[in-house]
């Protein structure tokens, strides 16, 4: 079973705006981990953010996370063409880290 | 410094073979991780390694898959008897300690004809 579900699947915005993407989870977590996938290889981590934060910034990126909820999101301000990618939350459960199916984010021109 | 390397890049073999792929994670992270993930689709967890606990192996599909770390670096994922559905990219990653953040190598694309 999924431990993070990111939700949309998929978001198709244009260049300039706001993205909003969302996760859920299951279990009780010391941190949650959002990543980013460019053409289907290697991932690259963004932001980690843990149980004790409610929220994170990095440049353009910004991650909250509602224990409460079981939930976080990250948004994309201002996006561009580059930020076209498939973004992974990705949660620790008894020491594995399980990953979402992901949100495929298509920026267009 | 340098990353975590993969290889081969691509593997292509007939089914019914035995592969092998090969991860080098950064030096000094304990913790070592094997996904796999098919088209279009999320990473599945297959095995993970932290120092010298015994590996968590909850995720390996089949009994044809097996993997270990040597020395507790290098790390060998390998599929015996190889079936189509096998074919994926196996993504390793690395990190300095369990649950925390991981980096990932470039990915072994495999595909079984």
């Known amino acids: 079973s999924q431990q993070g579900e990111e939700d949309p699947q998929a978001l198709s915005i244009q260049e300039g705006e706001n993205a909003t993407m969302n996760c859920s989870y299951k279990?009780?977590?010391?941190?949650l981990q959002w990543y980013r996938q460019n053409s289907g290889r290697g991932l690259v981590h963004l932001i980690l953010?843990?149980?004790?934060?409610r929220e994170k910034h990095s440049g353009r990126l910004r991650v909250t996370l509602d224990t409460s909820k079981k939930s976080s999101s990250l948004l994309i301000t201002a996006s561009r063409a580059a930020d076209t990618a498939s973004y992974f939350c990705?949660?620790?459960?008894?020491?594995?880290?399980?990953f979402g199916k992901g949100t495929r984010l298509h920026i267009l021109p | 410094g340098a990353g975590v390397s993969q290889s081969p890049s691509n593997k292509v073999t007939e089914k019914g073979k035995d592969v092998e792929l090969r991860c080098d994670p950064i030096?000094?992270?304990?913790?070592l991780y094997w996904y796999r993930q098919s088209l279009g689709q999320g990473l599945e967890f297959l095995i993970y390694?932290?120092?010298?606990?015994?590996?968590?192996k909850s995720g390996l599909p089949s009994d044809r898959f097996s993997a270990e770390r040597t020395g507790g670096s290098v790390s060998t994922l390998t599929i015996q008897r190889t079936q189509q559905e096998d074919s994926a990219v196996y993504l390793c990653?690395?990190?300095?300690?369990?649950?925390?953040?991981?980096?990932f190598g470039p990915g072994t694309r495999l595909l079984v004809l």
């Open positions: 030096s000094g992270h304990t913790a």
């Open positions: 990705a949660a620790p459960r008894r020491g594995k880290i399980i």
């Open positions: 990653a690395s990190s300095l300690e369990v649950v925390e953040t991981q980096y």
């Open positions: 279990t009780s977590i010391n941190n």
């Open positions: 953010i843990r149980s004790n934060e």
């Open positions: 390694f932290q120092g010298n606990s015994a590996p968590d």
